[in-house]
C-alpha cells in the first residue's frame, strides 16, 4: 500500500517473501504497529478475494478435464509467486476502485483458469536460463516482480491474463529493473 503508483514504472515492487522456520522480526514489528491488522475490512475483503481466485483456479479443471491438465494448473494460484505478487498488486491498487476491481475479476474469466496456466508455461524471457519452465514454477525475486507486472498490467488493461500480456509483463519487468540498476548508478556517480 506504500507504493506510489504515479512511480509505478521505477520503483522497485518485487514482493518480498517472510523468512520460514523461525522468528520473523518484521513481521512482530508489522503486528505491533498495526493492532488492528485482523480486523481491517481491506485486508479481509484481498484475502476473501484472494480465496475466490483459487477457488476458480482449481474449479476450471474438474476431474473429468478432457485431456488432464498439469497436475500444477489447478494449484497456480497457490504458487508463492502469485500468491505474493497478488496481494502486493491488491495493496498498491487500494486507492484506485476501477483498476481494483478489475484485479478481483480475474476470477470471472470465463471459458478457461483465469491465470491462463498453460499461457503463463510458455511465458520466458530471452534472458532466461534453457531449463526455466516457465512463468509459475520458481519463487525467486525476478519470478515475484514478473507477476506483479503481469498483474499490475492485467489490471490496467483488463481482459485477463493472455499470452501478448504476459509477454508484455515480463519485458516491463526487464525494463523497470535496468531503469532501476541506471538511477542507482547515477546515483553512486554524484556520490563520488
Known amino acids: 500500500m506504500n507504493v506510489d503508483p504515479k512511480k509505478f514504472e521505477m520503483t522497485d515492487t518485487t514482493p518480498t517473501l517472510c523468512p520460514t522456520a523461525g522468528p520473523d522480526a518484521d513481521w512482530e514489528k508489522l503486528k505491533a504497529d498495526n493492532p488492528k491488522l485482523w480486523s481491517n475490512a481491506d485486508l479481509l475483503e484481498v484475502a476473501k478475494e484472494f480465496g475466490a481466485l483459487v477457488k476458480a ?9 478432457k485431456p488432464r491438465p498439469k497436475p500444477d494448473y489447478p494449484e497456480k494460484a497457490m504458487n508463492v ?17 476501477t483498476r481494483l476491481k478489475r484485479h478481483f475479476d480475474l476470477r470471472k474469466a470465463t ?9 503463463l508455461a510458455d511465458g520466458r524471457h530471452k534472458t532466461d536460463a534453457p531449463n526455466y519452465r516457465g512463468l509459475g514454477y520458481r519463487t525467486d525475486p525476478r519470478e515475484r516482480g514478473r507477476f506483479v507486472e503481469l498483474f499490475y498490467y492485467q489490471a490496467e488493461q483488463s481482459g485477463g491474463i493472455t499470452p501478448s500480456s504476459i509477454d508484455i509483463a515480463i519485458k516491463q519487468y526487464h525494463v523497470k529493473q535496468a531503469q532501476i540498476e541506471v538511477m542507482k548508478a547515477k546515483a553512486k556517480a554524484k556520490e563520488t
Not at 483456479?57 to 478435464?65: E, K, M, P, V
Open 111 to 119: 471459458g478457461k483458469d483465469p491465470l491462463n496456466a498453460a499461457a
Open 57 to 65: 483456479q482449481r474449479g476450471a479443471f474438474s476431474s473429468t478435464c
Open 81 to 97: 509467486a502469485v500468491m505474493s505478487a497478488w496481494a502486493y498488486v491488491a495493496g498498491m491498487l487500494k486507492g484506485n476502485a
